[in-house]
């Protein structure tokens, strides 16, 4: 005991989701959704995709496998019952592929918008409503202050929001809770954390992906245009 009384336990301050150790992943205020994928899971923080909070997906290129990464979430969500909704995607979803990912798809929901300020407000609506298992968005010309306000709306919500940026966007400021940068490696995807509430990961994870659907693999491959299926 001290001289003006006993110390008080940092117990209960260390406990709090908004401070975290160095070195440490932080807490998560909402559950996170498993990705499928242990070795990605271990540098989460809450073991998976978090809910309630923005995540932002750099893809190397279209259909490296960015929706591959995100299948066994988005199934374990409509096998719950919960809505898919996808905001501009620059490829017509194929049914036959999300079906082979175990993504029902009756709660699968496409958004066609005509400008990306109607994309932008789209999604925020969709996060805002709090009625969505996930909400997917496509906008590669985002301000910083727009993504501001989708990471405001999926604040105190249970849904996955993610939003696919250009690789090029990895240089700009973002309020992002969780940036990833996906990249082609031997046998895999390498996935490189730009951010995260936690320790940086200097290192990129390579994950292994299911291939994708073999019908899916033909018409992606054997079509130039952009109207054709989303690989997943």
């Known amino acids: 005991m001290g001289l003006l009384g006993p110390v008080p336990s940092l117990a209960p301050l260390l406990a709090r989701p908004d401070i975290r150790r160095g070195g440490a992943l932080a807490q998560v205020a909402s559950a996170s959704v498993p990705t499928g ?12 995709w978090p809910t309630g909070s923005l ?4 893809p190397q290129h279209e259909g490296i496998g960015e929706l591959r990464l995100l299948g066994s979430a ?9 809505r898919l909704v996808w905001i501009a995607p620059p490829y017509l979803p194929y049914a036959p592929a999300l079906d082979a990912a175990g993504i029902s ?9 005509r400008s990306p300020r109607d994309t932008l407000w789209a999604a925020e609506q969709a996060l805002v409503s709090g009625a969505c298992g996930a909400v997917l968005v ?7 202050i727009e993504l501001r306000r989708l990471q405001i709306a999926a ?7 993610a939003v696919f940026r250009p690789p090029q966007a990895a240089v700009e400021s973002s309020p992002a809770a969780l940036r990833l940068a996906l990249a082609t490696a031997a046998g895999g995807l390498a996935v490189s954390f730009l951010k995260r509430r936690g320790a940086a990961l200097a290192r990129p994870i390579v994950v292994n992906l299911p291939p994708p659907h073999a019908v899916d693999r033909a018409l992606f491959a054997a079509s130039g245009t952009r109207n054709i ?4």
Do not use: C, H, M, N
């Not at 496509?138 to 910083?144: I, N, T």
């Open 229 to 232: 299926p989303v690989p997943v």
């Open 74 to 82: 988005l199934a374990r969500l409509s096998r719950e019952g919960r």
């Open 37 to 48: 994928f242990p070795q990605l899971d271990a540098e989460l923080p809450g073991g998976g």
């Open 155 to 161: 604040e105190g919500t249970t849904t996955l929001a």
């Open 105 to 113: 798809l009756d709660q699968v929901l496409i958004v066609k918008t």
């Open 55 to 58: 995540i932002e997906l750099l």
């Open 138 to 144: 496509w906008s590669g010309k985002a301000r910083y």
